[in-house]
Nanobody, 126 residues
């Protein structure tokens, strides 16, 4: 069982930056692939970024590539999402997710993930 708690959301002006954190419980965090997803009002939850259990493999949605960076610190049981050059269209609730896989790979689809956090609101004003 893994519990995930996101933090770091807030209100920021366009062009600004935020760093989201996702703290995980459990001793096997380093065995979990992690992902960030987001959901804007009236829209489907969409993939943002993913990272393998080692941190060596990452993948990004085209909409955030070059602006967002996913990373993890397995010693702190935490995954991060650094968001730069924010745009109003980045406004959404951001969720982190965890999935247990033996392969050192990333996963971009929601059904690969077994555990989800409660989400943190990110609002970007124009």
């Amino acid at each position: 069982q893994v519990q995930l708690v996101e933090s770091g959301g807030g209100l920021v002006q366009a062009g600004g930056s935020l760093r989201l954190s996702c703290a995980a419980s459990g001793r096997t965090f380093s065995s979990y692939a992690m992902g960030w997803f987001r959901q804007a009002p009236g829209k489907e939850r969409e993939f943002v970024a993913a990272i393998s259990w080692s941190g060596g493999n990452t993948y990004y949605a085209d909409s955030v590539k070059g602006r967002f960076t996913i990373s993890r610190d397995n010693a702190k049981n935490t995954v991060y999402l650094q968001m730069n050059s924010l745009k109003p269209e980045d406004t959404a609730v951001y969720y982190c997710a965890a999935g247990y896989y033996s392969s050192n790979y990333y996963y971009t689809e929601r059904f690969f993930y077994d555990y989800w956090g409660q989400g943190t609101q990110v609002t970007v004003s124009s």
